[in-house]
């Protein structure tokens, strides 16, 4: 009952270390960085609250962003040239890919075309319009590559929001769930965060991460402010995504 007067801390504060592992900073291939010097700029921000190791995820998505390994592998090494030329040697940085459920994902997953992060988990997403009608076979199809599949913000696909045995069901699969910084912070409304909250709470997230875009995404992150009982949830997950990314 007193949690309305709780103290409220920078959720930012708390970051330092961690592993991004969902992220859209590589850049001009997708809906993140434009050009390398977006991708620095996200970086420098990022760095100002000790988050320096990133695993760059850009979207493969049939139609929108179809890219490759061979497209995100070129847009990668313009990145670490760049930050070699600025000297930008405390920086970590890997690649692999946020892959969408949809008509062409088994097909690239059959091919072997994926970007798993460190050879063992897929980053997965669905559309925020309705469910991947494939979503079931491609998770069987997934661990059948002795494969991981983490569902990236699982808070923010709405059509679930009111059927949460659906999250249960999901976490009973074998599937990791990676929560969105900023819809702690209410980035994408208070329904979002509201259940962002329930799953917390509720023990279901894995991993943490930014998802960021653009360097407004990174202001936000510093003004989320949360209460020491969600930070005391949190802070595991902080450590897991660092302990297995690192």
């Known amino acids: 009952m007193f949690h309305f007067f709780e103290r409220k801390v920078f959720l930012a504060d708390y970051l330092h270390g961690l592993v991004d592992i969902h992220n859209h900073i590589l850049p ?31 979207h493969i998505m049939h139609h929108y962003y179809p890219n490759t390994p061979s497209t995100i592998k070129k847009a990668f090494d313009i990145l670490k040239t760049e930050l070699t030329l600025q000297g930008l040697t405390d920086i970590k940085v890997h690649y692999a890919a946020e892959h969408m459920i949809d008509e062409n994902f088994e097909n690239i997953l059959e091919a072997e075309a994926v970007l798993p992060l460190n050879n063992e988990y897929i980053l997965i997403e669905m559309s925020y319009l309705q469910p991947s009608l494939s979503f079931g076979g491609a998770i069987q199809k997934i661990a059948r590559k002795s494969l991981f599949p983490i569902l990236a913000h699982p808070e923010r696909y709405a059509y679930y929001h009111n059927t949460f045995g659906v999250y249960e069901s999901f976490k009973s699969k074998g599937i990791s769930f990676q929560l969105n910084i900023l819809s702690l912070g209410g980035y994408y409304g208070p329904e979002i965060q509201k259940v962002a909250l329930s799953l917390l709470k ?3 997230i894995d991993f943490i991460s930014s998802d960021a875009h653009h360097i407004t995404h990174i202001s936000q992150i510093k003004e989320i402010r949360i209460r020491k009982s969600t930070l005391n949830l949190l802070l595991p997950i902080i450590e897991n995504t660092i302990l297995n990314f690192y």
Request: glycine share 12%; proline share 3%; hydrophobic share 40%.
């Open 28 to 58: 001009g291939i997708d809906d993140g960085a434009k050009t390398v010097e977006d991708s620095i700029n996200l970086i420098k921000a990022f760095s100002e609250f000790g988050v320096t190791s990133f695993i760059c995820t850009p």
């Open 202 to 204: 509720a023990g279901y």
